[in-house]
């Protein structure tokens, strides 16, 4: 059965795209009061009736990471204090979704923690978008549903009509990302082979695949520091490559991203808005930013109503 009043709030992480969703969705965005105590605690008021609503809550946990995941957490809390009937996270961007698994000894698994303290807030389902590995749904007992940025990528792709495309996955794992690009796009696929020999040895790269006088699409979920895309991007001109460019659904941008993307030979990186930009990041005439409110809005609405999201998986 449809929960009724649907009502949308906002953490301060990505606070426009919040606002883009409710315009699509024709409603105001949920009132709520968000500030710091001077030694740097969060505090929360909801400012308006939220008893027996259906509550959305948006809010990447991207930088500053530890402070956004605990926003959402006091915000959560705060919901199911002033008795929501149902609080669905919408968690664009799933920090910590790297550590998802004892890759050495004496490791955490950080991303089941963010997922039990998500759980432990009062959250009684997850909206997520390109999870960093698909399992991290598994660790939360309660549903999740695993939006995909790609068609919103794929769309735009379509439109540059770049002859001679070559779909790129940087490393192993993201093959099957890549694949899924090539496939909607009807282009061949190459993969990025990286081996460091040695501590202290540059990697080699390899590439598997014809990109020889091609234009090629390096496809991954996150931009972090863009190290590894700036290493694939000159191994790939080294090898005939006629121009790169990069698309992912995370733009982390962390670090030196920026200055390393500027001074790059990347013709353009393209990216959605699951994170909002710096204006230091937005000065940056390489980067394209594309839009998902549409879909996380449609998405929403589809929960609200009890109707079948599975169609917005492809």
Do not use: W
Not at 54 to 81: G, H, S, W, Y
Not at 147 to 170: F, G, T
Not at 195 to 208: E, L, T
Not at 212 to 228: N, P
Request: charged share 25%; net charge positive.
């Amino acid at each position: 059965m449809p929960h009724k009043g649907l009502l949308i709030f906002s953490g301060r992480a990505n606070i426009r795209l919040a606002e883009e969703i409710c315009r699509y969705l024709r409603i105001h965005l949920g009132k709520s009061n968000i500030y710091d105590f001077s030694d740097g605690e969060i505090g929360v008021r909801i400012t308006e009736n939220v008893r027996g609503r259906d509550v959305f809550v948006v809010q990447p946990t991207c930088d500053p990471v530890n402070k956004n995941l605990m926003e959402l957490l006091i915000m959560i809390d705060a919901l199911k204090r002033s008795s929501a009937e149902r609080i669905t996270a919408v968690i664009p961007y799933y920090g910590y979704a790297r550590q998802d698994r004892k890759a050495e000894p004496r490791v955490p698994i950080t991303s089941k923690l963010v997922a039990d303290l998500v759980t432990a807030a009062g959250t009684d389902r997850v909206l997520a978008m390109d999870l960093h590995a698909g399992q991290i749904q598994g660790f939360f007992n309660l549903p999740v549903d695993h939006l995909y940025a790609a068609p919103i990528l794929i769309e735009y792709i379509k439109r540059k009509k770049l002859k001679d495309l070559v779909i790129v996955s940087p490393d192993a794992g993201g093959v099957e990302r890549a694949r899924a690009f090539a496939k909607k796009l009807n282009t061949s696929l190459a993969i990025i082979d990286k081996r460091r020999d040695k501590p202290g040895v540059a990697k080699v790269m390899n590439i598997i695949g014809d990109i020889r006088g091609k234009r090629v699409m390096i496809v991954d979920d996150i931009i972090d520091t863009a190290g590894t895309l700036i290493e694939a991007t000159n191994a790939l001109i080294a090898n005939g490559a006629r121009e790169v460019y990069a698309c992912c659904t995370h733009p982390v941008l962390s670090g030196p991203a920026i200055e390393r993307i500027t001074q790059s030979q990347i013709k353009e990186v393209i990216a959605s808005n699951t994170i909002q930009l710096n204006d230091k990041q937005k000065a940056c005439d390489k980067i394209k930013v594309l839009s998902v409110s549409k879909l996380l809005g449609e998405a929403i609405k589809r929960i609200h109503t009890a109707t079948s999201v599975s169609s917005l998986f492809s």
